[in-house]
């Protein structure tokens, strides 16, 4: 049975939820480590293994303008602007090394996605059925 896994997942979180695990399972089998239990909670979210789960843990970046820092040296902000653009920044040693904004229009047909050097405006095409 797979779980959905939230947006903006909690990395302590799921790591309680694999320690809670271990205890739950090495009942049974206590020759079981850690490494077993953050397995199988990787898997029921739907993840080859735990440091997949864990990468999309520690990588996730909420829209609310505060900035997130990455374990490549970025720190990454998004924030909403109105009901249909969201802004975004990338930081590095404390200087920006990009940004954009990404808006959908009032319709829902286009995407403008703009930043440092250009400007991208993407069309939904009309199809049947969908």
């Known amino acids: ?4 896994l939230p947006e903006s997942p909690n990395l302590e979180h799921l790591k309680k939820q694999a320690k809670d695990l271990l205890q739950e399972l090495q009942r049974q089998s206590p020759a079981l480590k850690l490494a077993d239990a953050q397995r199988m909670v ?6 080859a ?25 970025y720190a990454m902000m998004a924030r909403w602007r109105g009901s249909h653009a969201l802004e975004t920044r990338a930081n590095k040693a404390g200087q920006i090394v990009g940004w954009g904004t990404y808006e959908v229009s009032a319709d829902g047909k286009t995407l ?9 405006v993407l069309d939904r095409k009309s199809t049947k059925g969908v």
């Open 42 to 47: 990787a898997r029921e979210y739907g993840f």
């Open 1 to 4: 049975m797979s779980r959905h």
């Open 49 to 73: 293994s735990w440091p997949k789960l864990e990468e999309r843990g520690k990588n996730t970046v909420q829209a609310d303008g505060v900035e997130y820092e990455q374990d490549n040296g």
């Open 112 to 120: 403008t996605v703009s930043g440092d050097e250009q400007v991208i």
